[in-house]
């Protein structure tokens, strides 16, 4: 190695801190990645904790899990005692009795330090697990048969009156209801989820959520009541032709419920749904289309609902009627989630006249979710709500989402005030246009509710560009908009489970939300969705199977390949080679279906090619057989962390063979320096995926710059190769040419967008100059890894759980600072960068979680930087220092570190 040297001594046995100052961090206890989860599938959940020490260079080096039927029997754990367990591992796989249908977990840990002293317990976590069996349902699926769909009647609402005599103990309503479900208990809703089922592969399972229920019940009478929407199940022609992605038949809407109530003193008492249930089909819910929107008419609300003041003898209810099930083949499968909930409300930012009846709201950001809006009018009058992301002639214009798209709400004429918000499907817009309203409203009356998936957000970034910080702001926005059930594409024209962005903008994803749970839940949806022959569709679940001249939507390798380049995404961010075991031959399936489908060249050629991208040169066997190519290569390293030693050897050969084909389809032998037609995407690709050897790579480097170059610094690339493009110029140390590329602000550019309005990203980099295409879409995403690396942190090459963390700083153009956080599996890891230009120090501060040891790479000599107070020269707190190419590589350990370096230059 050039340059090399080694100025302090390596210092293996690191410098052990005082004793007792681990912990396990207050609120860090987690199940399967889900907090106190309810209605586990799992009977092997995996426990997981965070430690913290007061003190750098720690390290757990044991662990102790308890696990007890009930909190009072933790201190001698009945079902679980993991004894200590030498391992820096923070988690551990349950491993105590058996457990069945309904048992709960409580449990505790504790770990021991460098020292070999231990922390303190832990608080009690818990767990629960759901009906697990078949033969645990008493339940009946039920229905009312007097429903007419398209406004011939409301849509079905169900009641249970029962008495309790005991005080409750422990209360668990299983529920499911299709298409969508909002139960109450004596006039509560039994949850803060909203928009449940999630979505799951039609015919494989039907996924039930399970509800704690306990502290609605009351002594006496009670109330049970349920409503139903029709969710994307039944996606029938809605009412008034509103607007549908496609349609499904006429699907019964129909709900199983069973409520557990186990009494103090007292016996069990179940209340199952069968038909000694009440339902009625006059209550206010008309329609509720899931791309369409909805119908409510409040003067047919029911007095008193859902409380035990409605009248359900009255002649408008009628007994509940026992079907066989819904015509889905799967089994009830409990779906622990992470449910949808509201996670930000906001009041409007303005709202315009147009005329005396039609109003037009901003809410000032696009985003999905519902609005509420507080208004008034007579009996009878109808307001109808327009939800859209941008205006024209101050109208809302709907072609970007599909139109039309509108609730109806009629009101029941109530004084002062009432109000509005869809409950049964969401919308994704930034202006509400609102017609046939006769008051005249503020814009405070209206406010948005932004729903997603409940992932933890785990990550920040800041820095001193306004640009940069909202090119960051657009893209989270648009990953938010698209996390519910599935991360979908759009939250409007499509909703649908589009898989290539997963793992293209994963790093985005990861870094700002826990999804360790959600990952889970979505993986088996796409291994179900997986064909006999090995091909995994682009989306998932399969809602539309595009046949015919459309099967080139259907079967993408770049699509696809989400099935194998996820888990183990996921393995190196949360160490779950439970993923990579339990997948393992549908990954392998869907490689040798590549490999069918390259007829022994090693090349692939079919697909959708650079997805969205202005030059269209770029060959398709470019982007195809890199889609082949990431499959192998990332198989190659599954095999191996699994040890199938031979697997691993067999996708090492083949990941060679299709990078030595790569290469001899598509090199230009007569410049020596480029890829298929020059384009961006070809060399990107080329460099990206280690097609291209040694000795042109600096040349085709050269290439790809000049091209940036001549387009000003501009993109021609598109999704697929969009990664590549970053990934190529960072590993050839471009990171100049990045910084003018994501600095411009003419097309095609992220700066282009933020400029011209956009709030989230756009599906189309010239989006709303165009008369189609969404504004929040996530699949261009990826330049925010970009962002995220300015701090200059990020998991080393190679490591897993971010035991490995590189930092170096990206003192880049004329940025003055930058600053990332992220949760890992270990806990808090930053970094925060700034230069004073008064008098050229930079100043860098850095964590680094317990058990993880870090490098820090920082330009200049070793005797110009300090850490704390002192200089870096015979530190025994540090673990290693060298000095490479001018660049000084400090070695560290787990804690908060901060440096100066002196006579900074960039
Ligand atoms: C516990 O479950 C395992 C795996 O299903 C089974 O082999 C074992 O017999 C069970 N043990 C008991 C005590 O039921
Ligand atoms: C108000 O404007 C809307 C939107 O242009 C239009 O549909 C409606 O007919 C107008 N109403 C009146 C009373 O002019
Ligand atoms: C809508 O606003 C009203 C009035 O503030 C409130 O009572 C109601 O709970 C809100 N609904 C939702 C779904 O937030
Ligand atoms: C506006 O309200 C009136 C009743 O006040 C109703 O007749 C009319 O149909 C409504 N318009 C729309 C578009 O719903
Ligand atoms: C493999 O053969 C099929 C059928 O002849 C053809 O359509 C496809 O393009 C071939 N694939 C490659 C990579 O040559
Ligand atoms: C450099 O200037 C900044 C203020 O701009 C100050 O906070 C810092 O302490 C100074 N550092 C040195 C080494 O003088
Ligand atoms: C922590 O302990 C584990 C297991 O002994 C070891 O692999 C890891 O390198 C240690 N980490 C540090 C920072 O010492
Ligand atoms: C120093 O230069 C060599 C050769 O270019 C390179 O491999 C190495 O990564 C560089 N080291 C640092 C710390 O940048």
Request: aromatic content about 12%; charged content about 20%; hydrophobic content about 40%.
């Given at each position: 190695m050039q340059g090399f040297l080694t100025i302090g001594l390596v210092v293996t046995a690191a410098i052990v801190p005082p004793a007792g100052a681990i912990s396990v961090e207050h609120g860090s206890l987690r199940t399967d990645g889900l907090v106190s989860p309810l209605g586990l599938a799992n009977t092997l959940p995996r426990l997981s904790w965070r430690p913290q020490s007061s003190t750098r260079n720690d390290n757990q080096t044991a662990y102790q899990v308890q696990v007890a039927s009930s909190p009072s029997a933790i201190e001698s754990p009945d079902l679980w005692d993991s004894g200590k367990v030498s391992s820096a591992d923070v988690w551990a796989r349950y491993a105590g009795h058996n457990l069945t249908s309904r048992d709960t977990g409580f449990w505790r840990v504790r770990i021991w330090d460098v020292w070999d002293k231990p922390s303190a317990w832990s608080e009690v976590d818990s767990f629960e697990l759901g009906?697990?069996?078949?033969?645990?349902?008493?339940?009946h699926w039920i229905t009312n048969r007097n429903y007419i769909p398209q406004g011939g009647t409301s849509l079905p609402v169900f009641a249970r009156t029962f008495n309790l005599s005991f005080p409750a103990d422990k209360a668990r309503l299983y529920l499911l209801g299709l298409g969508q479900h909002a139960a109450y208990l004596n006039g509560q809703p039994v949850s803060d989820a909203v928009l449940a089922p999630g979505y799951s592969q039609t015919n494989r399972s039907l996924p039930y959520s399970t509800y704690d229920v306990t502290s609605l019940l009351q002594h006496g009478e009670n109330f049970l009541g349920v409503e139903l929407g029709k969710g994307v199940y039944d996606a029938e022609k809605p009412l008034d032709k509103r607007y549908a992605d496609f349609y499904t038949t006429d699907n019964p809407l129909t709900l199983i419920a069973q409520l557990e109530i186990a009494c103090r003193d007292g016996p069990v008492v179940t209340v199952v749904s069968d038909e000694s249930w009440r339902t009625s089909v006059d209550g206010p819910q008309i329609e509720s289309a899931w791309y369409g929107g909805e119908e409510y008419d409040a003067r047919r609300e029911f007095p008193g609902?859902?409380?035990?003041?409605?009248?359900?003898?009255?002649?408008?209810w009628t007994d509940a009627s026992i079907i066989d099930g819904p015509p889905v083949n799967g089994s009830l499968t409990a779906d622990p989630g992470p449910p949808l909930r509201i996670v930000d409300r906001w009041k409007a930012k303005s709202v315009t006249r147009i005329n005396d009846t039609t109003w037009v709201f901003d809410l000032g950001t696009n985003f999905a979710g519902w609005y509420n809006l507080t208004m008034r009018g007579e009996a009878g009058q109808r307001v109808v709500f327009w939800p859209g992301e941008y205006l024209t002639n101050g109208l809302v214009n709907q072609s970007s989402t599909g139109r039309p798209i509108f609730d109806g709400y009629t009101f029941a004429g109530r004084s002062p005030a009432e109000w509005y918000a869809p409950r049964f499907m969401y919308h994704g817009f930034r202006y509400l246009q609102v017609d046939n309203l006769t008051h005249p409203p503020a814009a405070s009356d209206l406010e948005a509710l932004v729903i997603r998936a409940d992932n933890e957000a785990v990550g920040s970034f800041q820095s001193s560009s306004q640009l940069f910080n909202a090119i960051h702001g657009i893209i989270d926005r648009a990953i938010q908009s698209n996390m519910y059930s599935v991360l979908t594409d759009c939250p409007h024209r499509e909703k649908s489970g589009w898989l290539e962005q997963d793992h293209l903008v994963y790093e985005p994803l990861a870094r700002g939300f826990d999804i360790q749970a959600y990952a889970r839940r979505m993986l088996d949806i796409v291994a179900a969705s997986q064909l006999a022959d090995g091909m995994i569709p682009t989306t998932a679940p399969e809602f539309k199977v595009f046949l015919g001249s459309l099967s080139v939507y259907r079967d993408e390798p770049n699509w696809g390949d989400t099935m194998i380049l996820m888990p183990l995404q996921l393995y190196r961010t949360y160490g779950e080679v439970e993923l990579l075991e339990k997948y393992y031959d549908v990954m392998v399936a869907y490689l040798d279906y590549l490999g069918s489908k390259s007829n022994g060249t090693y090349t692939l050629d079919y697909g959708l090619g650079d997805w969205i991208t202005f030059d269209t040169s770029t060959p398709l066997g470019i982007t195809a057989t890199m889609g082949y190519q990431q499959s192998a290569a990332a198989m190659a390293t599954i095999a191996t962390v699994l040890g199938k030693t031979d697997d691993a050897a067999r996708f090492s050969a083949l990941n060679q063979n299709i990078l030595r084909a790569f290469h001899e389809k598509f090199f230009d032998t007569t410049s020596n320096s480029s890829y298929g037609s020059g384009s961006q995407a070809s060399n990107a690709i080329a460099l990206d995926i280690g097609a291209v050897p040694a000795e042109y790579e600096s040349a085709v480097l050269n290439m790809l710059v000049q091209s940036l170059v001549d387009n000003g610094y501009h993109f021609t690339v598109g999704e697929i190769a969009l990664p590549s493009l970053f990934r190529a110029l960072q590993a050839g140390g471009r990171d100049d040419v990045l910084f003018q590329t994501m600095s411009q602000t003419t097309n095609v550019s992220y700066g282009f967008q933020v400029t011209h309005g956009a709030t989230s990203l756009w599906e189309d980099w010239d989006g709303v100059f165009r008369t189609t295409g969404s504004l929040n879409h996530w699949m261009l995403g990826y330049g925010d890894a970009w962002l995220l690396r300015l701090a200059g942190m990020q998991q080393a090459e190679g490591s897993t759980v971010w035991s490995q963390i590189d930092f170096r700083p990206r003192v880049l153009g004329d940025l003055t600072s930058a600053s990332a956080k992220y949760r890992t599996v270990r806990g808090w890891a930053s970094a925060e960068w700034t230069l004073h230009g008064n008098n050229r120090t930079l100043e860098y501060r850095v964590k680094v979680p317990v058990g993880s040891t870090a490098r820090v790479f920082l330009d200049?000599?070793?005797?110009s930087i300090t850490e704390g107070s002192a200089g870096l020269q015979g530190r025994r707190d540090i673990l290693g220092l060298q000095q490479e190419n001018g660049t000084t590589v400090v070695t560290i350990g787990s804690g908060s570190y901060s440096f100066v370096v002196r006579d900074y230059s960039r």
């Amino acid at each position: 190695m050039q340059g090399f040297l080694t100025i302090g001594l390596v210092v293996t046995a690191a410098i052990v801190p005082p004793a007792g100052a681990i912990s396990v961090e207050h609120g860090s206890l987690r199940t399967d990645g889900l907090v106190s989860p309810l209605g586990l599938a799992n009977t092997l959940p995996r426990l997981s904790w965070r430690p913290q020490s007061s003190t750098r260079n720690d390290n757990q080096t044991a662990y102790q899990v308890q696990v007890a039927s009930s909190p009072s029997a933790i201190e001698s754990p009945d079902l679980w005692d993991s004894g200590k367990v030498s391992s820096a591992d923070v988690w551990a796989r349950y491993a105590g009795h058996n457990l069945t249908s309904r048992d709960t977990g409580f449990w505790r840990v504790r770990i021991w330090d460098v020292w070999d002293k231990p922390s303190a317990w832990s608080e009690v976590d818990s767990f629960e697990l759901g009906l697990l069996a078949p033969s645990d349902w008493k339940a009946h699926w039920i229905t009312n048969r007097n429903y007419i769909p398209q406004g011939g009647t409301s849509l079905p609402v169900f009641a249970r009156t029962f008495n309790l005599s005991f005080p409750a103990d422990k209360a668990r309503l299983y529920l499911l209801g299709l298409g969508q479900h909002a139960a109450y208990l004596n006039g509560q809703p039994v949850s803060d989820a909203v928009l449940a089922p999630g979505y799951s592969q039609t015919n494989r399972s039907l996924p039930y959520s399970t509800y704690d229920v306990t502290s609605l019940l009351q002594h006496g009478e009670n109330f049970l009541g349920v409503e139903l929407g029709k969710g994307v199940y039944d996606a029938e022609k809605p009412l008034d032709k509103r607007y549908a992605d496609f349609y499904t038949t006429d699907n019964p809407l129909t709900l199983i419920a069973q409520l557990e109530i186990a009494c103090r003193d007292g016996p069990v008492v179940t209340v199952v749904s069968d038909e000694s249930w009440r339902t009625s089909v006059d209550g206010p819910q008309i329609e509720s289309a899931w791309y369409g929107g909805e119908e409510y008419d409040a003067r047919r609300e029911f007095p008193g609902w859902p409380t035990t003041a409605v009248d359900t003898a009255a002649s408008s209810w009628t007994d509940a009627s026992i079907i066989d099930g819904p015509p889905v083949n799967g089994s009830l499968t409990a779906d622990p989630g992470p449910p949808l909930r509201i996670v930000d409300r906001w009041k409007a930012k303005s709202v315009t006249r147009i005329n005396d009846t039609t109003w037009v709201f901003d809410l000032g950001t696009n985003f999905a979710g519902w609005y509420n809006l507080t208004m008034r009018g007579e009996a009878g009058q109808r307001v109808v709500f327009w939800p859209g992301e941008y205006l024209t002639n101050g109208l809302v214009n709907q072609s970007s989402t599909g139109r039309p798209i509108f609730d109806g709400y009629t009101f029941a004429g109530r004084s002062p005030a009432e109000w509005y918000a869809p409950r049964f499907m969401y919308h994704g817009f930034r202006y509400l246009q609102v017609d046939n309203l006769t008051h005249p409203p503020a814009a405070s009356d209206l406010e948005a509710l932004v729903i997603r998936a409940d992932n933890e957000a785990v990550g920040s970034f800041q820095s001193s560009s306004q640009l940069f910080n909202a090119i960051h702001g657009i893209i989270d926005r648009a990953i938010q908009s698209n996390m519910y059930s599935v991360l979908t594409d759009c939250p409007h024209r499509e909703k649908s489970g589009w898989l290539e962005q997963d793992h293209l903008v994963y790093e985005p994803l990861a870094r700002g939300f826990d999804i360790q749970a959600y990952a889970r839940r979505m993986l088996d949806i796409v291994a179900a969705s997986q064909l006999a022959d090995g091909m995994i569709p682009t989306t998932a679940p399969e809602f539309k199977v595009f046949l015919g001249s459309l099967s080139v939507y259907r079967d993408e390798p770049n699509w696809g390949d989400t099935m194998i380049l996820m888990p183990l995404q996921l393995y190196r961010t949360y160490g779950e080679v439970e993923l990579l075991e339990k997948y393992y031959d549908v990954m392998v399936a869907y490689l040798d279906y590549l490999g069918s489908k390259s007829n022994g060249t090693y090349t692939l050629d079919y697909g959708l090619g650079d997805w969205i991208t202005f030059d269209t040169s770029t060959p398709l066997g470019i982007t195809a057989t890199m889609g082949y190519q990431q499959s192998a290569a990332a198989m190659a390293t599954i095999a191996t962390v699994l040890g199938k030693t031979d697997d691993a050897a067999r996708f090492s050969a083949l990941n060679q063979n299709i990078l030595r084909a790569f290469h001899e389809k598509f090199f230009d032998t007569t410049s020596n320096s480029s890829y298929g037609s020059g384009s961006q995407a070809s060399n990107a690709i080329a460099l990206d995926i280690g097609a291209v050897p040694a000795e042109y790579e600096s040349a085709v480097l050269n290439m790809l710059v000049q091209s940036l170059v001549d387009n000003g610094y501009h993109f021609t690339v598109g999704e697929i190769a969009l990664p590549s493009l970053f990934r190529a110029l960072q590993a050839g140390g471009r990171d100049d040419v990045l910084f003018q590329t994501m600095s411009q602000t003419t097309n095609v550019s992220y700066g282009f967008q933020v400029t011209h309005g956009a709030t989230s990203l756009w599906e189309d980099w010239d989006g709303v100059f165009r008369t189609t295409g969404s504004l929040n879409h996530w699949m261009l995403g990826y330049g925010d890894a970009w962002l995220l690396r300015l701090a200059g942190m990020q998991q080393a090459e190679g490591s897993t759980v971010w035991s490995q963390i590189d930092f170096r700083p990206r003192v880049l153009g004329d940025l003055t600072s930058a600053s990332a956080k992220y949760r890992t599996v270990r806990g808090w890891a930053s970094a925060e960068w700034t230069l004073h230009g008064n008098n050229r120090t930079l100043e860098y501060r850095v964590k680094v979680p317990v058990g993880s040891t870090a490098r820090v790479f920082l330009d200049g000599d070793s005797r110009s930087i300090t850490e704390g107070s002192a200089g870096l020269q015979g530190r025994r707190d540090i673990l290693g220092l060298q000095q490479e190419n001018g660049t000084t590589v400090v070695t560290i350990g787990s804690g908060s570190y901060s440096f100066v370096v002196r006579d900074y230059s960039r």
